[in-house]
């Protein structure tokens, strides 16, 4: 018979465990080779134990524990293949857990031979997600890229300011009103008004407010 693959559990819900282990130990192709109850245990039989595959849930010990068990894991071994097994499905944890470096993500409540299909395929090098996961990552993936675009457009244009108007952005970030600003640059408020109109229009915004939102998401404070 070919060698089975060979996979780690780590779950500290003692009785799913024993279920999943059982599952696994009646194919063909698979034996669990070690069991842990904790992040700590986990991390340890990954350094002591031969191993192909690791079952991880996310909360155990802590929340995060089977996260920051798979980031210390593939530290030690970056080929460390993961598959988290958990509870958990809200968008942050999806994320976080797959910048982890895990291989997949599974949702605890679905079917045995899912869980087996996604430990084969994650086996031979080809992992698939659940497509509630895989939505998940892509609308990240883009919400990221779409935060790139808005840096280089913001930076590329703040190149672009004038002394006035980024003194300007900088009294506006400091939560001063049109009146206030005019007051402390000795003009008219009209002054104000149209410089402001001058930086919507650079921007594409169509309130100060607008511009100052973004600076805070960007985090580019410092830049003015």
């Known amino acids: ?9 780590a779950d500290d819900f003692q009785l799913l465990k024993e279920d999943l282990i059982e599952v696994i130990n009646r194919q063909p192709d698979m034996e669990v080779v070690g069991d842990a109850a904790s992040g700590r245990e986990i991390v340890r039989l990954a350094q002591e134990t031969d191993y192909d595959i690791i079952l991880m849930d ?17 530290e030690a071994d970056p080929s460390a293949a993961v598959i988290f097994l958990t509870a958990h499905e809200t ?9 982890a470096g895990a291989l997949d993500y599974l949702v605890k409540g679905c079917e045995e031979e899912e869980i087996l299909y996604h430990i084969r395929c994650a086996y031979r090098g080809n992992p698939v997600m659940q497509s509630r996961i895989h939505e998940t990552i892509m609308e990240e993936y883009i919400r990221l890229q779409k935060s790139e675009r808005s840096l280089l457009f913001f930076i590329n244009n703040i190149s672009k300011l004038t002394a006035v108007e980024r003194e300007l ?8 009103k049109v009146n206030e600003i005019a007051g402390i640059r000795g003009v008219e408020n009209s002054t104000v008004k149209t410089q402001i109109k001058g930086l919507l229009r650079k921007f594409g915004c ?19």
Do not use: C, P, W
């Open 1 to 9: 018979m070919a060698d089975k693959i060979r996979i780690l559990v």
């Open 58 to 74: 996310i909360e155990m010990e802590q929340k995060n524990s089977g996260i920051l068990a798979t980031e210390e894991i593939r």
């Open 91 to 99: 968008r942050e944890m999806i994320v976080t857990a797959m910048g």
């Open 169 to 176: 952005i900088k009294l506006l970030l400091q939560g001063y």
């Open 206 to 224: 169509s309130r100060s407010k607008e511009i100052i939102q973004i600076i805070h998401d960007l985090k580019i404070e410092h830049l003015f």
